[in-house]
């Protein structure tokens, strides 16, 4: 199981990257533009980098859902491999079954 606050943090990364999502998407779009001059490039470039650093999606992490788990995440069903293979067991999991051959 993993600390609280990973998953706290991780879930306040998640806020910011929704909040500032619209306008990292703006300001990228405007800097693709080929029409642009290298100063309007510039400023564009400088309003990006004052947006915050943890608002960049890919500094997010998958996590397991349940246990918080870092790696060894399904993206699929987002829990981890040692969850999965519990659940699966167990019948708890619809369709997923141990292969046999």
């Known amino acids: 199981m993993a600390k609280k606050s ?7 990364k998640n806020i910011l990257v929704n909040k500032y999502y619209k306008k990292r998407l703006l ?10 001059s290298t100063d309007c490039i510039l400023k564009i470039l400088n ?5 915050p650093k943890k608002s960049s999606p890919t500094k997010l992490r998958n996590r397991c859902t349940l246990t918080g788990r870092a790696r060894g995440v399904y993206s ?3 829990i981890s ?3 999965f293979r519990n659940l699966a ?6 369709g997923v079954f141990k292969a046999s051959w």
């Open 6 to 12: 990973l998953i706290v943090r991780e879930y306040k």
């Open 27 to 36: 300001l990228k779009s405007q800097l693709n533009n080929t029409i642009n």
């Open 47 to 51: 309003k990006l980098q004052k947006l």
């Open 76 to 78: 699929e069903y987002k």
């Open 81 to 83: 491999r040692f969850v």
């Open 89 to 94: 067991l167990n019948g708890l999991l619809p």
